[in-house]
């Protein structure tokens, strides 16, 4: 019997066939590459972390956009002097993601406020803040006649000075009150109004006061160096009282006497009285 080997075409054509039979029987063999990678990374726990990653940084992606961590409430405590949407403007922290606000860094920048003694941020989630602001309170002396006297924050009467006033110390000037003795009260609002001027004044209209004195009949007035008299009259109103009388410094407009406490201030100068016209 005569047997012929195989030549190679034949044995590729073999090959062929047997690959397909295994396929045809034992199905893809991607497939299991795919079911053993996927096995792999779970016994590593590499899948786990990725999906721990993933996980946190859609939170943390969250947490620092979200309105809800913003800082949207802010209590302003202790300030007079100033207002407390001023007190919130200068801190800038307003609107900011509460994980952004640095309570130093707006400690500070409120302490460059002129009125600003001494200042305390604190932050509570998910968007409050709280601001306690102590002020500037000048040293306060009460002079009747040709004596000056020294009250509390109160306005109480303690005793007469036994020294001159150093420059620092607010003093006021009652041109009614002949003669006070400890124990006397001093009107509480015109020793707030006084210490407001001593410290607004300067501050944002870059007016330095000569004097600042009280009357029974006007209030509490100011004088310039220059001689000029301004009449804030009450504790009312203040900062209407001060947009007109920097409006007139602001344009130069000449005056030696200015009223503030009428509903339409009014100015004279060289004894001409002429209206005012409010800012």
Do not use: C
Request: charged share 20%; aromatic share 8%.
């Amino acid at each position: 019997m005569e047997y012929n080997a195989p030549n190679t075409r034949q044995r590729i054509a073999a090959r062929r066939l047997a690959r397909q039979g295994r396929s045809a029987t034992g199905g893809s063999q991607v497939r299991p590459d795919i079911h053993r990678a996927t096995l792999s990374w779970l016994r590593s726990g590499r899948l786990i972390s990725l999906l721990i990653f993933l996980v946190s940084v859609g939170a943390l992606t969250y947490l620092f956009t979200a309105e809800r961590y913003s800082v949207q409430q802010v209590t302003v405590e202790g300030a007079e002097a100033l207002k407390s949407d001023q007190v919130i403007a200068v801190s800038g922290i307003h609107g900011r993601p509460i994980w952004f606000v640095s309570t130093a860094e707006t400690e500070a920048r409120l302490r460059t406020n002129p009125y600003v003694e001494s200042v305390q941020v604190q932050l509570a989630l998910p968007d409050q803040a709280v601001i306690r602001v102590v002020e500037r309170r000048p040293e306060v002396r009460w002079q009747a006649g040709n004596i000056q006297y020294l009250v509390d924050g109160r306005g109480k009467v303690l005793a007469a000075a036994q020294e001159p006033a150093k420059p620092d110390v607010l003093v006021i000037i009652d041109r009614t009150t002949l003669e006070l003795k400890p124990g006397d009260q001093i009107d509480t609002d015109a020793l707030s109004l006084t210490r407001a001027l001593a410290l607004r004044l300067p501050g944002e209209l870059a007016f330095a006061p000569a004097q600042i004195g009280w009357d029974f009949g006007l209030g509490v007035y100011v004088r310039s160096a220059a001689g000029q008299t301004i009449i804030f009259g009450q504790n009312t109103q203040l900062d209407r009282k001060l947009d007109i009388l920097g409006a007139l410094l602001k344009g130069k407009t000449p005056f030696n006497y200015l009223d503030l406490r009428p509903s339409n201030p009014f100015y004279q100068n060289d004894q001409r009285p002429a209206t005012t016209n409010q800012p």
